[in-house]
Each structure stands twice: as structure tokens, then as C-alpha cells.
């Protein structure tokens, strides 16, 4: 039976999950849930997801909500692609390290200064919370930058989860008025992340 994901084409949540269902070659079909519509709100899809959040994978009688979550679900499907670090622990842990510190560090800063800069109406825009998330995210940043200027991807020589799950929050940054410039590696790295073919497939480019 084939995967159905539940989500939102523009959510950087859903396409990190699908982000990995193209890198792996999963068959999958998209449910769009229409967020401007309020369909993550209805019955039928909190009954599969109580979050009411995108996205949302389904596999079989098998109902599986948080992105990051949902990725690993993916990795260990295919195993010998080991994109979760693979059997090593220490760089398991390092992949999910990043995985970690993308939703903790990453994503709320620019989660602020995208709320306030464009998903708010202009009279709830606070300009001291975009300050302030930039600088967090600029902190941030330069961790990332550290990491990066020594190896080609986060969890290290290859691709793994921590690629996958960081590239989409930092994608909308030129939307969002960030300038990456000083970030070289940072720069480069999501240069080279957005010119994958599943990448692509998943996001539309």
C-alpha cells in the first residue's frame, strides 16, 4: 500500500518529509491540507492527526505525526542508505543533534520574524521581536557555519536526517529578508541541498 503524507505544499514541515520520501524513493501520494482553509482543523483530518498540524504521514493502519519523527520512519525503511547515521551511535547522535538543534534554535527564530514580518497583520507586527530573532537566529547561524566550514554536510561526508530536517527552515530566508552572504558555508551547502533532484521533486525548486 502506498504512503499517503498529509500536508501543506509550502510548510517547511512537509517538505521535509518529503524531502526524504524523494532522496529515498518512497511511493507516496500527497493529501493536500489546506492550512488558509482551516482543513487541519476538520474532523476528519484531527481523527489522523489530534494535532492539527501539518504534516502528517499514513501508512497502512499506521498514523504518524512530527516531521522529524516522520523521517526517521523513513530512514529505517530503507536502512542501508543510513541517513539516521546507521549503526554507529556516535553518528547517529550527531545527526540528531542537528536535527535537535534545527527545532530548537533554528526554527522558533525564524518561525518570529516570519510571523511578524508577513503571516501577522501589519498593527501585530512588533519589530522588537524581529530584532530580537534575528539575532537569535544569526547565533545560530554561526554554529552552523562552524560545522559546515569542516564538512560537506551537517551529520558529516553524506547526506543524512540532519540535511533533510535543517534545509527547509533556512530555505525561505531570502524571502524573508536574511542575508546568508556572510554565512559562506551555510551558503553553499543550502546551494548545493537545493540542487538535488529530490529536492526538487519535493519542493518544486
Wanted: aromatic share 6%.
Amino acid at each position: 500500500m502506498t504512503m499517503k503524507l498529509h500536508g501543506f505544499p509550502m510548510s517547511p514541515n512537509t517538505q521535509r518529509a518529503r524531502f526524504a520520501l524523494e532522496e529515498l524513493d518512497i511511493a507516496y501520494e500527497l493529501e493536500v491540507v489546506d492550512l488558509m482553509a482551516g482543513a487541519q482543523k476538520a474532523p476528519e483530518y484531527l481523527a489522523i492527526n489530534p494535532a492539527g498540524r501539518v504534516p502528517c504521514l499514513v501508512d497502512g493502519d499506521f498514523s504518524l505525526f512530527e516531521s522529524n519523527a516522520i523521517l526517521g520512519y523513513l530512514a529505517a525503511q530503507k536502512p542501508e542508505r543510513k541517513l539516521d547515521g546507521g549503526a554507529d551511535a556516535r553518528a547517529r547522535a550527531e545527526v540528531t543533534k542537528w536535527m535537535f538543534f534545527g527545532c530548537a534554535h533554528l526554527g522558533p527564530a525564524v518561525q518570529q520574524i516570519f510571523a511578524h514580518t508577513m503571516r501577522l497583520p501589519p498593527e501585530k507586527r512588533l519589530p522588537q521581536v524581529v530584532e530580537t530573532a534575528r539575532a537569535d537566529l544569526d547565533r545560530a547561524l554561526k554554529v552552523l557555519e562552524g560545522r559546515l566550514a569542516k564538512s560537506s554536510h551537517l551529520g558529516g561526508d553524506t547526506l543524512t536526517l540532519a540535511d533533510i530536517s535543517v534545509a527547509p527552515i533556512l530555505s525561505p530566508l531570502a524571502m524573508l529578508g536574511v542575508d546568508l552572504t556572510p554565512f559562506v558555508a551555510v551558503s553553499a551547502w543550502l546551494a548545493a541541498i537545493k540542487a538535488r533532484p529530490s529536492w526538487v521533486s519535493a519542493t518544486g525548486g
